[in-house]
C-alpha cells in the first residue's frame, strides 16, 4: 500500500472516530426551545430522548439535546443552561449516552470524561476521567465504559480497557484490558461482549470480540469475527449482531451474526451496516459502503427480522425522504410507538438533522440539532 493510501486512510480512521486530544475556548451555545414540534402526550411512558452531537472536532461543540414527548417540544443545547459553571461546554466529542437509574451519562471521548448529569434536569452530578473513551453499557448497579487509551491517532498505542463504574459511588472501581481499540459493548447474561477494532493500525486491524465474565471479571476469552469491528447489539434470541468496518479499500463491510452459545459465527449479511438497532425481532440498520479512494459512500436503510436471520424487502424509509439525508448517523427506535428517528450529520461542520417517522416508513418531523448528532438515550416515566 503506498503513503499517500496508507495517509488517506488514517485521516479517515480520525475522522470516522471523531476524535481529537486537543481542546479550544470557544463559547458555548445557549439553550433554545422549539415549542409544539408534535403532539404532546402528557402521560407517555417514555418521557423524552436525549441526543448526544458529537461536535466537530477540538472544537469543545459536544451538545446534549432532548426530545420532550410529553410536551411536544424540542430542547437543544440543555447542558450550558443547567451547567454555567463549566467554561467550555460538555466538551469535545460526544461519542456516547446512557440512561440508568436516575442518571444521564455521557461519554466525551476528546475530552476523556464521563459526564453524569441528573436525567431530569440534566445538571452535572460528577465527572469520572477515562482516558480516550468510546461506549457505555451497564447491569446490575455498574456502568461499563469501553477506553482505546493512549494518545488519539497513535498507532503504538497500547491495549485498550473496560472500565467497571459503581453506579452509586460514582467512581471506577475495577479495569481490565481487552483488545486494542474497542468499541461497542453488550450484556447478555454474566458476560460482556466488546468488540475489538484496531482502529488506529490500518493494515494491522483487530479481529476478534472480547467476552468478560462480570462476575470474575476476567476475560474469558476472545471470538475470531472480521477486522475493525465497531457496532455490537444483542437480540433476545441469545445472538449477538457486530458490524466489520472493513479495510475501506479492498476488504468490504459486514454484518455477522454470533451465538452466545456457541460463539461461532452463524451467519453473515453481505451489508456495509454503519449503525444497528434491535427491537423485539425486527434490526432496523442503514447501510454506507465508503470508499476511501473515490471518497463516496452508497446508503441504503434495510431490515433483518432476527428471529429468522432474514434481510426482509420491507425499508424504514418509505416515503424518499433518505434522500434528503447527506451522511446518516445517529438511529433509535421508540420501544412504543416503534417510531424511527434517524439523523443526519449532512457535512460534520454544520448543524445536523434528526427525522422522525412512523411505522410505516413515512415523515412525521424533523428538527435541526446539534453538530453531527449522534447517540440516543430514552428516558422512561
Request: hydrophobic content about 35%; proline content about 3%; overall charge neutral.
Amino acid at each position: 500500500m503506498n503513503t499517500k493510501i496508507s495517509g488517506r486512510i488514517l485521516l479517515f480512521i480520525f475522522l470516522s472516530t471523531a476524535s481529537i486530544g486537543c481542546r479550544k475556548d470557544t463559547q458555548v451555545a445557549p439553550e433554545e426551545l422549539i415549542n409544539t414540534l408534535f403532539p404532546a402526550e402528557p402521560n407517555a411512558s417514555v418521557r423524552g430522548l436525549y441526543l448526544v452531537n458529537e461536535g466537530n472536532m477540538s472544537m469543545n461543540k459536544a451538545s446534549l439535546d432532548y426530545v420532550d414527548f410529553t410536551t411536544g417540544s424540542y430542547r437543544r443545547n440543555i447542558y450550558n443552561q443547567a451547567n454555567p459553571q463549566v467554561t467550555k461546554g460538555l466538551g469535545d466529542v460526544g461519542n456516547d449516552v446512557g440512561v440508568y437509574g436516575s442518571k444521564l451519562y455521557v461519554v466525551v471521548n476528546g475530552s476523556n470524561k464521563v459526564e453524569v448529569l441528573n436525567v431530569k434536569t440534566g445538571k452535572r452530578i460528577q465527572q469520572i476521567d477515562i482516558i480516550n473513551c468510546r461506549y457505555i453499557t451497564f447491569s446490575k448497579g455498574k456502568a461499563y465504559v469501553s477506553a482505546y487509551l493512549g494518545q488519539i491517532g497513535d498507532q503504538k498505542a497500547p491495549n485498550g480497557i473496560v472500565a467497571e463504574i459503581d453506579t452509586t459511588l460514582l467512581k471506577e472501581t475495577k479495569r481490565i484490558e481487552v483488545g486494542r481499540q474497542p468499541e461497542e459493548m453488550v450484556v447478555v447474561g454474566d458476560n460482556l461482549y466488546i468488540a475489538n477494532s484496531g482502529g488506529y493500525t490500518p493494515g494491522n486491524y483487530e479481529n476478534t470480540i472480547s467476552i468478560i465474565n462480570l462476575t470474575t471479571f476476567k476475560e474469558t476469552k476472545r471470538i475470531p469475527v472480521a477486522i475493525n469491528l465497531h457496532r455490537l447489539k444483542a437480540d433476545r434470541y441469545g445472538d449477538l449482531y457486530v458490524t466489520s468496518r472493513g479495510d475501506y479499500l479492498n476488504i468490504p463491510s459486514k454484518l455477522y451474526v454470533i451465538s452466545t452459545q456457541t460463539d461461532q459465527i452463524k451467519k453473515v449479511f453481505d451489508v456495509a451496516a454503519g449503525n444497528i438497532v434491535i427491537d423485539d425481532d425486527l434490526a432496523y440498520l442503514y447501510s454506507s459502503a465508503f470508499n476511501i479512494v473515490t471518497g463516496e459512500s452508497i446508503v441504503s436503510y434495510d431490515m433483518i427480522n432476527v428471529k429468522d436471520e432474514i434481510l426482509i424487502s420491507r425499508k424504514f424509509i418509505t416515503d424518499g425522504t433518505d434522500k434528503l439525508i447527506k451522511i446518516p448517523y445517529g438511529l433509535a427506535v421508540h420501544p412504543t410507538t416503534k417510531d424511527v428517528f434517524v439523523t443526519d450529520a449532512t457535512d460534520h461542520i454544520t448543524p445536523g438533522v434528526l427525522y422522525c417517522f412512523d411505522s410505516t416508513g413515512k415523515k412525521k418531523w424533523s428538527v435541526e440539532t446539534g453538530d453531527i448528532p449522534a447517540q440516543f438515550a430514552f428516558v422512561y416515566k
